[in-house]
């Protein structure tokens, strides 16, 4: 797992605000689903002062980031066919 806090003691909470709000002015997309799933992890390791987030945590961001992906190349084979 990554490491999401450089220190386990240390105040991220300031950071973690600001990729929220970042995060809250892209419009619905897979990747803003991506994005919000990190966040989601990052705030449960702040949570209980671990360096890194629960498993469940990090089976939701690589759902996301696989949804991302489906639909990406959802979009994208239309596009092969017509070329």
Excluded at 29 to 45: E, F, G, H, K, Q
């Amino acid at each position: 797992m990554f490491d999401l806090t450089s220190s386990a003691s240390a105040d991220h909470s300031h950071q973690r605000d600001r990729f929220r709000t970042v995060v809250a002015t892209l419009g619905p997309s897979p990747l803003r689903d991506v994005l919000t799933a990190i966040a989601y992890a990052r705030d449960a390791a702040a949570r209980t002062g671990a360096t890194t987030a629960p498993d469940d945590r990090w089976g939701a961001v690589v759902a996301a980031a696989d949804r991302a992906a489906q639909d990406a190349a959802t979009e994208i084979r239309p596009r092969l066919r017509a070329a």
